[in-house]
């Protein structure tokens, strides 16, 4: 899912509306955690593919939710564990069994991606939207698995 490259948690992809979508400024309204709003770029590829989604595969309903239920009644998703349960379901078909399955995941691969290409834990923690930088600490530990796999042994110590 092409939302999940700007860190959106399971609710706020389940909450979001059609007027959440500023197509002129290229924006999304992310209404995050404790009311918080966000406006976050909307890459270009996420927006072809929202449009796509809009124009052909999302039924006609009344709902400003951008994200309904395929079958009937037509509505928004009643909760964000929702997103859980579609992510659980692809990773199933897919054949993957990663330890957690939730939509979570998806944020936690996004830092991961983020970190091995070189963003800094600063900057990883402000497109997730992270209040504190503490909260943001636990992918240094993957950077860390990542160095010792490339480390050099020390100078005469056996390896």
């Given at each position: 899912m092409l939302l999940a490259r700007l860190g959106l948690r399971g609710g706020e992809v389940s909450a979001l509306t059609l007027?959440?979508?500023?197509w002129d400024r290229g924006e999304i309204v992310v209404h995050?955690?404790?009311?918080?709003l966000a406006r976050l770029p909307l890459p270009a590829d996420a927006g072809a593919a929202l449009v796509g989604y809009?124009?052909?595969?999302?039924?006609a309903c009344s709902t400003r939710r951008v994200f309904i239920r395929i079958k009937a009644p037509r509505r928004g998703f009643v909760s964000p564990s929702t997103i859980c349960c579609i992510v659980h379901r692809a990773l199933k078909r897919a054949g993957l069994t990663p330890a957690f399955k939730g939509a979570h995941l998806l944020r936690h691969s996004l830092a991961t991606d983020l970190l091995r290409r070189g963003a800094s834990l600063v900057e990883i923690g402000q497109l997730l939207r992270h209040s504190q930088p503490n909260t943001t600490q636990i992918y240094a530990k993957v950077g860390i698995a990542a160095l010792r796999a490339i480390a050099l042994p020390w100078p005469g110590v056996a390896s």
């Open positions: 007027d959440d979508l500023d995050g955690k404790g009311q918080r809009l124009r052909q595969d999302r039924p």
